[in-house]
């Protein structure tokens, strides 16, 4: 059993800042990517940003220099931080994991249940 729960979505003004937060829990032997995602109406979902277990980061080209992710191994929890918010990001933001529950197995993607960022004036 993994789970990974989402906070921290809300409604902000254009210009606001938002911080993420999803902490994952269960019987994990290995986390190796953590990482979040986004879906808005009518699209597909898209890549964010995400980090390997060493740090290294990779965002989605258009949203580099406002978003900003980062993950606390010890409390096997990555964030996403938000600045500069405008109506486009307006998304249910979901977080990932790429993990391995066992020593003897190849590493899976769990996903959490989301949370809606919204972005309005």
């Known amino acids: 059993q993994v789970q990974l729960v989402e906070s921290g979505g809300g409604l902000v003004q254009p210009g606001g800042s938002l911080r993420l937060s999803c902490t994952v829990s269960?019987?994990?032997?290995?986390?190796?990517?953590m990482g979040w995602y986004r879906q808005a109406p009518g699209k597909q979902r898209e890549l964010v940003a995400d980090i390997t277990s060493v740090g290294t980061t990779n965002y989605a080209d258009s949203l580099r220099g406002r978003f900003t992710i980062s993950r606390d191994n010890a409390k096997k929890t990555v964030y996403l931080q938000m600045n500069g918010l405008k109506p486009e990001d307006t998304a249910v933001y979901y977080c990932n994991s790429f993990l391995t529950t066992t020593k003897w197995t190849p590493p899976r993607n769990y996903w959490g249940q989301g949370t809606q960022v919204s972005v309005s004036s």
């Open positions: 269960g019987n994990i032997f290995s986390i190796n990517t």
